[in-house]
């Protein structure tokens, strides 16, 4: 069966940096775009950037500069390195496959002081 398992997340305080991961099992990976999504409380679920197969990113706004998303199709593995991070980063990221048919269980990134 497929599996997505991020990995990564914590407790950062502002300014720093976080790289999350998301391992994927039971599909062709190299052959699936792959988003990384996140939910604050109280707020509805936002894409924060995704990753073509070919290598094509994109980025919301609020995140543009400061994270990079990434790959590594011999690991199955796609990458979320957010640098500079803000209070307003805090919630749960989750990965997904880019119909978003497939999704992890989520990870919590807390930026607090």
């Known amino acids: 069966q497929v599996q997505l398992v991020e990995s990564g997340g914590g407790l950062v305080q502002p300014g720093g940096s976080l790289r999350l991961s998301c391992a994927a099992s039971?599909?062709?990976?190299?052959?699936?775009?792959m988003g990384w999504y996140r939910q604050a409380p109280g707020k509805e679920r936002e894409l924060v950037a995704r990753i073509s197969t070919g290598g094509s990113t994109y980025y919301a706004d609020s995140v543009k500069g400061r994270f990079t998303i990434s790959r590594d199709n011999a690991k199955n593995t796609v990458y979320l390195q957010m640098n500079s991070l803000k209070s307003e980063d805090t919630a749960v990221y989750y990965c997904a496959t880019w119909n978003r048919s497939y999704w992890g269980q989520g990870t919590q990134v807390t930026v607090s002081s």
């Open positions: 039971g599909i062709i990976f190299s052959l699936n775009g």
